[in-house]
């Protein structure tokens, strides 16, 4: 069973901080995406990330692919209030169509 | 508006009743999908179609019955459903199953609740 562990579960921060959640796994993955779910909503693509090492950058928000494409971490800077929400990583098996999501990180920024 | 609309948005049934959720999507999108979502729990797949074709089934009970009429609707019979059967059903399309890099198009879900 290919499993994907996000850290930390749950994160309650103030507005204008910084913070780092994590995706890991043991199985490489061809890309990894990272998705937010806001209450009530689903879940919205953010980025995906294919090649090891990969680093994007959405506005106040810096996406990493660990060199062995097994992992990878989300950082946000200088948090805001919209900024909250649960945070879903989902590994991508190009080879047989699969896509293996984790529990998620659960953000509030309070203002 | 995400371009996936899903009806209803709440549901609570009794543990006798027959009901069905419903997606459309607008997208031109060819694979649609039916994730469960739990507290706690990561998305579980459910069913996969491919150019309206059932591609996958990952062991749901049969209590579930999906539909998919055409590549731009997709619905979730719902019969004699149990108490843990309660959750946010969210339906996903991309534009086709064999590309996943992609990623999902979601709706916004249908909370269900069996009582």
């Known amino acids: 069973t290919q499993l994907l562990e996000q850290s930390p579960q749950f994160l309650s921060i103030q507005e204008g901080e910084n913070l780092t959640v994590y995706c890991n796994s043991s199985?490489?993955?061809?890309?990894l995406q990272w998705y937010r779910q806001e209450p009530g909503e689903g879940p919205v693509l953010l980025v995906t990330v294919v090649t090891g090492g990969e680093v994007k950058k959405l506005k106040r928000l810096t996406f990493q692919f660990g060199d062995a494409r097994k992992d990878s971490s989300l950082h946000i800077t200088a948090a805001q209030p919209g900024d909250t929400g649960l945070y879903l990583c989902a590994g991508v098996h190009t080879s047989y169509d699969k896509v293996i999501f984790g529990p998620g990180t659960s953000l509030s920024v309070i203002p | 508006e995400t371009g996936v609309t899903q009806t209803p948005r709440h549901l609570v049934m009794g543990m006798t009743n027959k009901k069905s959720l419903k997606c459309e999507q607008h997208l031109g999108h060819n694979a649609m999908y039916w994730y469960k979502q739990s507290a706690k729990k990561p998305l579980e797949l459910m069913f996969v179609?491919?150019?309206?074709?059932?591609?996958e089934n990952n062991s749901v009970p049969s209590r579930f019955s999906p539909e998919c009429p055409n590549s731009s609707h997709l619905f979730l019979h719902l019969h004699t459903l149990q108490p843990e059967d309660s959750a946010l059903y969210l339906c996903?399309?991309?534009?086709?199953?064999?590309?996943?890099?992609?990623?999902?198009?979601f709706g916004s879900g249908t909370r269900l609740t069996v009582v």
């Open positions: 179609y491919n150019f309206k074709e059932q591609t």
């Open positions: 996903a399309s991309s534009p086709t199953q064999g590309a996943p890099i992609y990623g999902y198009t």
């Open positions: 199985s490489v993955f061809s890309s």
